[in-house]
């Protein structure tokens, strides 16, 4: 029996491409368990030429022209949650997050950090965590976190500023779902590393799907688990703000070399990965990207190009796999070491 992971959760809202908001596409989360299962018992090349058609939706779109036009059959910002209770300010890092508790009851830590008058690093952030729960790498939920004015009011002489020195305004933050007891990995040992061999994986093949500019380890003290967090440099390069155009030359995907060399994983662990990679869907791409809200202000244009970017780069890593030289063509990211 499969269980659900309690801070990943599972992945939900799918639709048919170009179908109506209320349309499933029919892949349940039993039943892409059941597909990833059945798939890891098959040839690599017999894995990836199924790949191409993952549901009854049709071939994945094969020029950010199509995409554009997929995503716009999609709506935005779905899964929206209300910011209820400050629970602490001030967190520090790149955007001086701030945790909270949300509708239901679920604690989120948010942030809205702006370069440029630009809104990509939480895009960035939102777009990464997602693709990731669909592929089943371990990085905390990710949702979208409505911030009222009444709670800036109420909470104004707690929350401060933010790190370009602005008082904190209402809106939509990046919101991921609180981790109780983290500190990053300085060194792993033999048992840690076996513990998170399966972890680990995946986390080598996202960071190099999603070209990773810095990467966050951190580990949780109570269970020894490896979780990936803060995802706003991942499709940059040394952080810079992309562009479709830079997006377009970047070089084809590899696995990512710190994860394997850290971990001290193998081939075979990379093996049983793959699968998992080769269930993810066009769907769900648009999906991770479409839910980022417009106030953000990433146009359908630059989230076509992400859109484009994703699936070759996962096409990319798959047939390096099916060819046997995942290994020859690793993805050594700036802050590698």
């Not at 098959?42 to 939706?57: D, E, F, G, Y």
Request: proline share 4%; charged share 25%.
């Amino acid at each position: 029996m499969v269980e659900e992971d309690p801070v990943v959760g599972s992945h939900v809202g799918r639709q048919r491409r170009g179908g109506s908001s209320g349309e499933s596409d029919g892949l349940s989360a039993r039943g892409r368990v059941w597909l990833v299962e059945k798939m890891t018992m098959q040839p690599r090349s017999a894995i990836v030429q199924k790949s191409i058609l993952m549901t009854n939706s049709g071939p994945a779109p094969t020029t950010a022209a199509e995409w554009q036009e997929y995503l716009g059959t999609l709506p935005q910002a779905g899964d929206v949650v209300d910011a209820e209770e400050l629970i602490a300010a001030n967190l520090g890092g790149l955007s001086n997050a701030f945790c909270v508790r949300c509708t239901h009851g679920d604690r989120w830590v948010l942030k809205r950090f702006l370069k440029d008058a630009s809104c990509q690093n939480v895009f960035n952030d939102q777009t990464v965590a997602r693709v990731a729960h669909a592929f089943g790498a371990p990085i905390p939920a990710a949702s979208v976190v409505r911030v009222s004015e009444e709670f800036i009011e109420r909470h104004h002489a707690s929350l401060g500023r933010d790190r370009l020195g602005q008082p904190r305004d209402s809106g939509h933050y990046h919101g991921s779902r609180l981790l109780e007891a983290y500190g990053d990995v300085a060194a792993v040992g033999e048992e840690l590393a076996a513990l998170n061999r399966s972890r680990a994986a995946k986390l080598c093949i996202l960071y190099g799907w999603t070209h990773a500019a810095d990467h966050q380890r951190s580990v949780t003290w109570h269970s020894g688990l490896v979780w990936s967090l803060d995802h706003n440099l991942f499709l940059t390069k040394g952080g810079e703000l992309w562009t479709p155009e830079l997006l377009r030359v970047r070089a084809p995907a590899g696995i990512d070399s710190w994860a394997y060399a850290r971990f001290r994983l193998q081939p075979q662990d990379l093996d049983a990965a793959m699968p998992s990679l080769c269930a993810v869907t066009p769907e769900d791409v648009a999906r991770a990207i479409r839910a980022s809200p417009d106030e953000w202000g990433v146009t359908l244009e630059f989230q076509a190009a992400v859109a484009d970017f994703l699936w070759r780069r996962r096409d990319d890593i798959l047939q390096r796999w099916r060819a046997g030289s995942l290994e020859e063509g690793m993805y050594v990211s700036k802050w590698s070491t």
